[in-house]
């Protein structure tokens, strides 16, 4: 990687890295057609991000334990449903944090993710299927000093898909509406540095194959 472009050391090559994981999971089977998998994980890699001088160097490093979490499966012959969670605990350690220069919580990390996907196939009309999808992250820390943190927010969406076919050719209609309750908020692009998310958003697509 390179330094980025609002630091002072700006597209500087990044020295390689070593990173050390282990992880212990299992995978259980809730009922024939649903399936759990759960995951404890360490991590361990170096932290970069910017200094006191704004140059991006590397400040210490992250450690990260937690829990994932994922179940999929057929909740009905028409209803499938695909979830996760991630539980964790960054921290950030080194020289930078035992002096106070360097927050303990890493920039750009949460303690928690959850997923949820539903798809629904309806019974009234072949080859048409309802999709709802939320996401949930906890508040992710957005300044190298941990002063200021992006709060936890909740997105979902919701859309359909027509199958059919249109002059003897297979094709597909899909309509969505994003960010369904027009929540407010900012994604994190850099320590210090944020975008405003898109509000609700209504889309449409048509696809055909020849």
């Known amino acids: 990687g390179v330094a980025p472009s609002n630091a002072d050391n700006r597209n500087e090559l990044l020295p390689a890295i070593r990173t050390t994981q282990g992880d212990l999971g299992l995978r259980y089977a809730l009922a024939p057609a649903i399936k759990l998998v759960a995951t404890v994980f360490e991590l361990r890699k170096p932290y970069f991000n910017f200094d006191a001088t704004n140059r991006y160097a590397q400040l210490g490093d992250v450690e990260n334990r937690g829990l994932e ?36 919580r890493p920039v750009g990390m949460s303690r928690r993710s959850v997923e949820l996907n539903l798809d629904w196939r309806t019974p009234w009309l072949e080859g048409l299927s309802l999709d709802m999808s939320a ?8 300044t190298v000093d941990n002063r200021v943190a992006l709060p936890a927010r909740t997105l979902a969406s919701l859309s359909g898909r027509y199958r059919f076919t249109l002059m003897r050719q297979p094709a597909s209609l899909r309509v969505a509406v994003s960010n369904l309750f027009d929540t407010y908020g900012l994604e994190l692009r850099g320590a210090g540095a944020y975008d405003v998310i898109a509000g609700r958003l209504a889309s449409a697509y048509l696809s055909v194959d020849f």
Do not use: D, F, K, M
């Open 69 to 104: 979490l994922s179940l999929a499966g057929a909740l009905t012959p028409r209803l499938n449903l695909v979830a996760g969670a991630v539980l964790s605990r960054p921290r950030a350690t080194g020289e930078g944090v035992r002096l106070g220069r360097v927050g303990e």
């Open 135 to 142: 996401s949930h992250s906890g508040a992710v820390t957005a």
